[in-house]
T-cell receptor, first 112, second 114 residues
Framework: TQLLEQSPQFLSIQEGENLTVYCNSS?????LQWYRQEPGEGPVLLVT?????EVKKLKRLTFQFGDARKDSSLHITAAQPGDTGLYLC????????????FGKGTKLTVNP | DSGVTQTPKHLITATGQRVTLRCSPR?????VYWYQQSLDQGLQFLIQ???????AKGNILERFSAQQFPDLHSELNLSSLELGDSALYFC?????????????FGPGTRLTVL
């Protein structure tokens, strides 16, 4: 069974601070996706990384896929209250299947 | 708004009952996915349909079944409900095709089993 462990589980910071959340597995994934979910809504895709070592930037968010494609990180610079939400990572499995394996998420609260 | 619609938004029922959750994918999407999200298990993949055919199966209980109709909408049927089935159920859709295809999630159905 492929598992994705996310850490920390909860994170509460002040506006303007930087933060990094992690997504780790003992399994290799062909792709890694990051989603943000707000209360009462479905997850929304932020980014997909597919190449080991790949780094993608989305405004103040930086995503990195580990060289071995087993782990990933999300770094947020100068966090804002609008960044508050549940951040989920999801691994894409090989063999043509489109099943996604989700981590349990990091619940981020950015206080003004 | 992702373009994926789910009904109903909330459902309260009793143990032993049967319910049907409905999903309409984004226009043009052929794949529909069903997920269950609970506090302790996180978001769990249940099943995927592509153009009416079952394509992949995850942690779906035998008491649960799904289908995708010719108009591409999908229904998830949950029977002999137990307290532990209380969760958020999400439907997602995608164009379908190669691995890594973006999935767009609906707003979910919150099921409460009393």
């Amino acid at each position: 069974t492929q598992l994705l462990e996310q850490s920390p589980q909860f994170l509460s910071i002040q506006e303007g601070e930087n933060l990094t959340v992690y997504c780790n597995s003992s399994s290799v994934f062909s792709s890694l996706q990051w989603y943000r979910q707000e209360p009462g809504e479905g997850p929304v895709l932020l980014v997909t990384v597919v190449t080991g070592g790949e780094v993608k930037k989305l405004k103040r968010l930086t995503f990195q896929f580990g060289d071995a494609r087993k782990d990933s990180s999300l770094h947020i610079t100068a966090a804002q209250p609008g960044d508050t939400g549940l951040y989920l990572c999801a691994g894409g499995t090989q063999g043509g299947s489109e099943k996604l394996v989700f981590g349990k998420g990091t619940k981020l609260t950015v206080n003004p | 708004d992702s373009g994926v619609t789910q009904t109903p938004k909330h459902l309260i029922t009793a143990t032993g009952q049967r319910v049907t959750l409905r999903c309409s994918p984004r226009s043009g999407d052929l794949s529909v996915y069903w997920y269950q999200q609970s506090l302790d298990q996180g978001l769990q993949f249940l099943i995927q349909y592509y153009n009416g055919e079952e394509r992949a199966k995850g942690n779906i209980l035998e008491r649960f079944s799904a289908q995708q109709f010719p108009d591409l909408h999908s229904e998830l049927n949950l029977s002999s409900l137990e307290l532990g089935d209380s969760a958020l159920y999400f439907c997602a859709s995608s164009v379908g095709g190669p691995l890594g295809d973006e999935q767009f999630f609906g707003p979910g159905t919150r099921l409460t089993v009393l």
